[in-house]
């Protein structure tokens, strides 16, 4: 059983956890959304600034709530890619100094490893104990990805499809400002839909729906509800909110269960796995499990809210599984930030 110090600070969450095994000795989490909400989105240097600012005392207060220390830690895990370059930097240099100060291996984790392995991160007390039961399918979807996944075996991944241009976070963000709302809008959009019962009464276009691969598009649905307001008065807008704004989530909801039941049809894979910040979304959950249920199939979710967004708990988790393979890096000054890794390119 492995001891992981794990450092997470791939956007705007500066977060380190201790992680045995699966199990979460600890995590630590600072939210930057409120230096951020101003500008609309993350801004790359105030993201930068603000993790040098506060990597210390987070790295130190989950050390602290562990109940262990650095003697006791076997080897320390960070991020090095997929995310913001200046913010990527800050974590992986906090862990080359700790790996020299304290003579630990380092361990160097893709981020999107990290949300495919989060339905399997435990608590402290090992709950949930969910066995691994290989190949998967996994639906990555945050605010920057969105992916099918091939996860054959442990640390043993193949894209399937990804999206050609925005993210489906991306895209509820911006149809979020769209509608006259702040950043991060995800929960906006969900709860004015919720306030509708979801209702679709727009019908907006499912992208690339009907196309034969895997891949993803949402340019066009974020132009269809742009177009749809602009043929609004202020007053129809105002009135038209809800369901503009339901209407949206139904077609990008609807376009992320049919890819995966696509996907799932052409693997014969009937095991699927949800990770990343969208993955909170109960209305995608709902849609998710009713047509995995259709298809004879089990679906996983990250047990713990918290582990859907940017964390270090199952950056630690995936930290721990290198560690029993022994893929340590061998020279720490190779671990470089790489701000569109992908998990098809092969991890250090």
């Not at 259709?294 to 560690?323: E, W």
């Amino acid at each position: 059983m492995k001891t992981i110090l794990a450092i997470d600070t791939s956007c705007d969450e500066t977060s380190a956890a201790i992680v045995q095994d699966r199990r979460v000795l600890s995590h630590v989490e600072y939210s930057q959304i409120v230096l951020h909400q101003k500008w609309g989105g993350v801004v790359p240097n105030i993201a930068k600034r603000a993790h040098e600012e506060r990597i210390d005392w987070v790295l130190d207060t989950a050390i602290k709530k562990s109940k262990l220390s650095m003697q006791d830690i076997d080897a320390i895990a960070v991020t090095y890619g997929p995310g913001l370059a200046l913010a990527l930097g800050v974590g992986i240099i906090k862990a080359q100094e700790l790996s020299v100060k304290y003579n630990k291996p380092l361990i160097g984790v893709n981020h999107m490893e990290g949300h495919l392995y989060s339905p399997f991160v435990q608590n402290s007390k090992g709950n949930p104990a969910r066995p691994f039961e290989f190949p998967y399918l996994g639906l990555l979807v945050s605010g920057a990805h969105t992916e099918l996944v091939k996860f054959t075996d442990h640390l043993t991944y193949e894209i399937l499809g990804e999206t050609r241009d925005d993210a489906a976070g991306e895209a509820l963000d911006k149809a979020s400002r769209m509608l006259g709302f702040g950043y991060p809008g995800g929960a906006t959009i969900e709860q004015l839909a919720h306030e509708v019962n979801n209702t679709d009464i727009y019908h907006f276009p499912q992208p690339m729906i009907g196309s034969n691969d895997l891949a993803f598009s949402f340019s066009g649905l974020k132009t269809a509800l742009m177009y749809k307001i602009k043929e609004m008065s202020n007053a129809q807008r105002i009135d038209q909110l809800r369901f503009l704004a339901s209407s949206f989530q139904e077609a990008l909801f609807q376009t992320l269960m049919k890819k995966t039941r696509k996907a799932m049809i052409k693997t014969g894979i009937t095991n699927v796995l949800v990770g990343g910040g969208v993955a909170i979304n109960e209305r995608l959950r709902v849609t998710l499990r009713s047509m995995v249920k259709k298809q004879d199939g089990t679906i996983l979710f990250s047990p713990y809210n918290y582990l859907n967004n940017d964390n270090a708990a199952m950056i630690g988790l995936v930290g721990a599984m290198r560690a029993e393979h022994g893929l340590y890096v061998p020279d720490i000054s190779k671990v470089v930030r790489v701000a569109r890794l992908s998990l098809n390119d092969v991890t250090i």
